[in-house]
């Protein structure tokens, strides 16, 4: 039964408590390989990519006691398809009120598939200052196949490999019924 | 609505739904923010192409339409009429399809005439944006005092808010109640009824009012919205001189005192200080003329994203 976008549901491939242990997962590398959360500065790139920021911020300040910096970024008008998409879609609000100068930029999305849209943060990221140094952290890869520019992620809840003719769908608190992550297919018709 | 706009020209208010408008300001709301950072440009118009049709004289809107379109990095270029062909006597159509053999993406058009824009919009390949024409609307305008009614009362719905002065040749009043009266604000307008005429109250279908004198239209009011006295638009006497004006239609501190305790006033600009309005009202915290010249700045680049945003009409 296609929904109103023309997609199936097919399978899940993780429920709540994977994907908190996940998380959590992710929030130990990143201080392990940071060395702390001293200069980390976590930024969430809207809209999923947010409560997932929240919650690795969260868990890393129970891991070191020390709340890392916090940020949002909606890269709406740093992307390149935008004369191919018919009306332009509704830009939401960037909040990145910390100076972003010689910090560690966390970045955070759920699924990484082409890597357009990290293309797209990093060069807004880049007007606003120079980090330190910036990683991708997703709860969801692809996989290398299907990647169009030559980006990678540094921390990964998880690698599917999908289908052009699949997506997957992260589904949180914050916008749906559940918490858990699926794989869709376009149907057929 | 993920897609708030999806037409091609912004030519006035009176015919978007609240959804639009709505749409408009929320999209202006964040883009505010751009104009407050260090690099204040986003790649989002890049290699678009806008033009500033100027035929009346302004730098306030056209410089904030320039700065607009330049902070999302589209090339931006300014016509005035002064030195343009119109003067050599060609036809505004031929303006028009001599402009759009050059492509632009958006041309922003200010005339003296009602409904240019509207002409030019059927001529032209680009999306048009009317920055005033004639009598009729200034949409961008009433936009811009809507974000900063919004910004600083949280809501229009239910707001009273008064318009004094010149209501007869003003495009701000009239975009202001169309905007106003759609989103659920009710208006009283008040002036010299010369200048007032009667049955203006039949503008919109509901919640305006003709005021005979600026007392009632002011008491009680949220916002108090003070028109410019335009000296280059009366052709007639329509008031026995500028000092009689300001004695019974300027805005001063006793009565402003009449409107509520947290009222706020807007005034397009240029004020003429000491006539429409008092220095002390002006210079008041009350006064959020400054504001507007800030929101005009995002409203517009709101504007100019969603216009040449590539929907088709109708779409």
């Not at chain 1, 392990?32 to 929240?54: F, W």
């Not at chain 2, 119109?86 to 031929?94: C, F, I, M, N, R």
């Not at chain 2, 335009?230 to 008031?239: C, H, P």
């Not at chain 2, 400054?290 to 680049?301: I, N, S």
């Amino acid at each position: 039964m296609a929904d109103e976008y023309g997609l199936v549901q097919k399978s899940k491939i993780m429920d709540a408590a994977r994907m908190k242990r996940a998380l959590s997962r992710l929030a130990s590398e990143i201080v392990e390989e940071n060395h702390g959360a001293k200069d980390l500065y976590i930024v969430g790139i809207r809209r999923r990519g947010v409560p997932l920021a929240e919650k690795i911020v969260a868990r890393i300040e129970q891991l070191e006691g020390e709340k890392p910096l916090y940020g949002i970024i909606d890269i709406t008008l740093y992307r390149d398809d935008l004369s191919t998409v018919g009306a332009n879609p509704i830009v939401n609000r960037t909040e990145l009120n910390q100076d972003i100068e010689n910090k560690r930029i966390i970045l955070i999305d759920d699924v990484l598939y082409t890597g357009r849209t990290i293309r797209a943060a990093l060069d807004q990221l880049m007007d606003f200052g120079r980090p330190n140094r910036v990683q991708l952290a997703v709860l969801i890869d692809r996989g290398k196949e299907h990647r169009e520019l030559p980006i990678q992620a540094d921390y990964i809840g998880k690698t599917v490999p999908t289908k052009k003719s699949e997506i997957i769908k992260v589904m949180l608190k914050e916008y749906d019924d559940e918490e858990s992550v699926w794989i869709y297919e376009k149907s057929a018709e | 609505m993920d897609k708030p706009f999806r037409r091609r020209d912004l030519l006035g208010i009176r015919n978007l739904s609240s959804e639009e408008i709505i749409g408009i300001l929320n999209t202006a709301e964040n883009f505010r923010e751009i104009n407050s950072r260090e690099i204040k440009k986003v790649p989002t118009l890049r290699g678009k192409t806008v033009i500033n049709l100027f035929f009346e004289n302004s730098t306030r809107t056209r410089t904030s339409f320039e700065l607009a379109a330049k902070r999302l990095s589209a090339d931006a270029v300014n016509i005035s009429v002064s030195s343009s062909s119109v003067t050599k006597g060609e036809t505004l159509v031929d303006t028009a399809l001599n402009l759009d053999a050059m492509q632009p993406d958006c041309i922003v058009v200010r005339h003296s005439s009602a409904g240019v824009p509207h002409q030019l919009a059927k001529v032209s390949k680009a999306a048009i944006v009317n920055a005033g024409d004639g009598a009729n609307e200034h949409p961008t305008q009433a936009l811009l005092d809507a974000m900063t009614i919004r910004e600083h009362k949280g809501k229009i719905e239910g707001l009273e808010v008064a318009i004094v002065g010149d209501i007869l040749h003003s495009r701000v009043a009239r975009s202001n109640i169309h905007l106003l009266t759609k989103l659920g604000a009710r208006v009283r307008v008040a002036g010299p009824k010369t200048l007032v005429p009667a049955d203006f109250a039949h503008l919109v279908e509901k919640d305006l009012e003709v005021c005979a004198h600026i007392e009632d239209a002011i008491k009680g009011a949220d916002v108090v919205m003070i028109l410019r006295i335009q000296k280059e638009r009366m052709d007639s006497a329509y008031f026995p001189t500028l000092r009689e004006y300001s004695i019974h239609y300027g805005l001063t501190n006793e009565r402003l005192d009449l409107a509520r305790k947290d009222a706020i006033v807007l005034h397009p600009g240029p004020m003429n200080r000491g006539i429409e309005i008092s220095s002390d009202v002006a210079d008041s915290s009350r006064s959020l003329i400054l504001d507007q010249v800030k929101y005009g700045v995002a409203v517009r680049m709101a504007v100019l994203y969603l216009a040449t945003g590539g929907a088709a009409i109708g779409e």
